[in-house]
């Protein structure tokens, strides 16, 4: 296990419309105002088009494919995630997600593209004095945390 210890920053509230996309507009906002690392959560609709990634479709090989799961019907959601910026300074949510529709439930990672609709309410967490980014893995192609900060244990 590695670790780094940080305090809460500043806290957003925000409020998505009908149409924006999970992860983009968490992304954006972050990005706008300055958030380098941040835990998010999403309470809130999502469209009958919105994707999520519900696996790998094979175990894990050398090519990791993800297996994509569409909703195909507007459901209740209920998300959390981290958010820490890459190498680059750019912003990633890394977030999974439960939907459900009529008693039936879908869980995966939003990164597929998660479409709000109506309403949907973001709780933004900053996390300060944290030395932590994301590192693009070349074997799997994720973007895996990692702690930039010497006094990390």
């Known amino acids: 296990m590695q670790y780094s210890e940080g305090t809460i920053g500043r806290i957003f509230a925000l409020k998505l419309e009908g149409g924006e996309r999970i992860p983009d507009a968490i992304e954006d906002f972050a990005r706008e105002h300055a958030v380098r690392s941040a835990m998010v959560v999403y309470v809130g609709g999502a469209g009958a088009t919105s994707r999520l990634v519900v696996g790998p ?20 959601v209920l998300a959390v995630g981290t958010l820490f910026a890459d ?30 609709w109506l309403i949907g309410e973001v709780i933004l967490l900053e996390i ?9 893995d070349p074997k799997t192609g994720f973007h895996i945390l990692q702690f930039a900060d010497p006094a990390s244990k």
Not at 57 to 76: K, S, T, Y
Not at 128 to 136: D, E, H, V
């Open 57 to 76: 479709e094979e175990n894990r090989g050398d090519d990791i494919i993800p297996l994509i799961h569409v909703l195909g019907g507007i459901q209740e």
């Open 128 to 136: 300060s004095g944290i030395g932590a980014l994301r590192k693009k």
């Open 87 to 116: 190498e680059d300074g750019h912003p990633k949510l890394h977030m999974h997600a439960a939907t459900g529709r009529e008693g039936a439930a879908t869980v995966g990672c939003a990164r597929a593209g998660v479409e709000v």
